[in-house]
């Protein structure tokens, strides 16, 4: 199985797992997400050893995203996932998605079909600025989930 198949079999888990739990509630948005709705993914890719600078953009990227997206968390089309590409079973994310440093990745899937994907490699010049940080991450998971 490759790196990239498997990457969609554990996303189809969680999905059906977060749908599953939640359609037992139909008063609850998440039970009327359909399975083949597009979702968002912001991957946050780091390593066993984490630095300062790396810590700071894994918690700015998850503030930015709980603060701005808190109905499509609750609804299941967006989803925040921080993943160590040391471990053995996460190490093609790096071929996947080019990476050659910590970071933060937004992907875009329908169905079990990823369609499309950045890496917000600007993370690491805005680390400083909390504002800045923040608009860019917003900025850019909006693109992802109205389409763009």
């Not at 967006?78 to 790096?94: A, Q, S, T």
């Not at 992907?107 to 079990?112: A, D, E, H, L, R």
Request: charged share 20%.
């Amino acid at each position: 199985m490759t790196g990239f198949k498997q990457s969609f079999m554990v996303l189809s888990f969680v999905l059906l797992t977060c749908f599953s739990t939640q359609s037992a509630h139909p008063e609850e948005p998440a039970a009327q997400q359909k399975a083949d709705s597009p979702a968002v993914i912001a991957y946050y890719f780091h390593g066993t050893f984490r630095c300062p600078t790396c810590l700071t953009i894994e918690q700015l990227s998850k503030d930015a995203i709980e603060k701005n997206f808190q109905k499509q968390l609750k609804n299941g089309t967006l989803m925040f996932l921080p993943i160590n590409v040391d471990e053995p079973e996460n190490r093609h994310f790096i071929d996947d998605y080019q990476l050659v440093t910590r970071s933060l990745v937004i992907t875009k899937v329908q169905g079990n079909k990823q369609v499309a994907w950045k890496n917000l490699n600007k993370v690491w010049q805005l680390v400083q600025s909390k504002e800045k940080f923040e608009y860019y991450v917003k900025s850019e998971i909006e693109k992802f989930l109205q389409g763009s």
